[in-house]
């Protein structure tokens, strides 16, 4: 069983910068390919980025691509979103989630994570 808590979110600025945090409780945080999801009131859940076991791929919806960046330190079982440029419509819950990615590539489809933290709020003012 993994627990994923997220942390960083909050209110800023258009154009301004956060970087979330996503803690994973257990020691086989390394093997597990982890992804980004956000929800806006109304809409479904999306895909924002994703990267692998190892850390050597990763995956960016085209809306974030060039402005988010996705990156993991397995010593500290923790995953980052940094967000950069930030715009009102980039106001969402975000969530973490987690699966066994020993093997398997990275994938930008939510059903296809076993574990999803409660998430944290991101607001973007203009």
């Known amino acids: 069983q993994v627990q994923l808590v997220e942390s960083g979110g909050g209110l800023v600025q258009s154009g301004g910068s956060l970087r979330l945090s996503c803690a994973a409780s257990g020691r086989t945080f390394s093997s597990y390919g982890m992804g980004w999801f956000r929800q806006a009131p109304g809409k479904e859940r999306e895909f924002v980025a994703a990267?692998?076991?190892?850390?050597?791929?990763?995956s960016y919806s085209d809306s974030v691509k060039g402005r988010f960046t996705i990156s993991r330190d397995n010593a500290k079982n923790t995953v980052y979103l940094q967000m950069n440029s930030l715009k009102p419509e980039d106001t969402a819950v975000y969530y973490c989630?987690?699966?066994w990615g020993v093997g398997k590539s990275v994938t930008t489809h939510g059903a296809e994570y076993d574990y999803w933290g409660q998430g944290t709020q991101v607001t973007v003012s203009s």
């Open positions: 989630a987690g699966r």
């Open positions: 990267i692998s076991w190892g850390g050597r791929s990763t």
